[in-house]
T-cell receptor, first 109, second 111 residues
């Protein structure tokens, strides 16, 4: 089975940097994904880590440590439109993406 | 084409009705998925099709019946649903080892 933990809610202000952490326990790890989901919409792909280290893509970066079962999503230069739910999802070999409960990020001006 | 298309976008059905949700992708992805998402909850995996064969069924009640007619299409047949089945139903597709592309979902209400 899998256990994926992330904070339920976070708040931040425009222009700030926020880090959303995710810890997981799984067997047959086959990659970790971060998705963004606005209310009432489908999840959209943000990043993918399968090896240890940092992946950077514009204002978004994601980090993975497989030995620690730990990942984070870093959002820089926050904008109001970044207010959304951020889902950590683990791909376990032989199965499909399993999602954590999601972190609701509220960005204020 | 880089999209997963789901129809209908909204569906209201009675508990005695039979309806189908449809999902289509033309990205050549050989894995397709059905997820169910309740409000303020993460998506929950229901079914996985790999190369048009059902590979995972996450103990979903038989009132939900998936079908994969070909590599581009995925259906979810609904029969005798309960009000608690009301949710957003998401279809996704992927290549092995890559991120999933989600459709915009069908918002289902069972009355």
């Amino acid at each position: 089975g899998q256990n994926i933990d992330q904070p339920t809610e976070m708040t931040a202000t425009e222009g700030a940097i926020v880090q959303i952490n995710c810890t997981y326990q799984t067997s047959g790890f086959n990659g970790l994904f971060w998705y963004q989901q606005h209310a009432g919409e489908a999840p959209t792909f943000l990043s993918y880590n399968v090896l240890d280290g940092l992946e950077e893509k514009g204002r978004f970066s994601s980090f993975l440590s497989r030995s620690k079962g730990y990942s984070y999503l870093l959002l820089k230069e926050l904008q109001m439109k970044d207010s959304a739910s951020y889902l950590c999802a683990v791909n376990q070999a032989g199965t499909a993406l399993i999602f954590g409960k999601g972190t609701t990020l509220s960005v204020s001006s | 084409d880089t999209e997963v298309t789901q129809t209908p976008k909204h569906l209201v059905m009675g508990m005695t009705n039979k309806k189908s949700l449809k999902c289509e992708q033309h990205m050549g992805h050989r894995a397709m998925y059905w997820y169910k998402q309740k409000a303020k909850k993460p998506p929950e995996l229901m079914f996985v099709y790999s190369y048009e064969k059902l590979s995972i069924n996450e103990s979903v009640p038989s009132r939900f019946s998936p079908e994969c007619p070909n590599s581009s299409l995925l259906n979810l047949h609904l029969h005798a649903l309960q009000p608690e089945d009301s949710a957003l139903y998401l279809c996704a597709s992927s290549r092995e080892g890559e991120g999933y592309t989600f459709g915009s979902g069908t918002r289902l209400t069972v009355v």
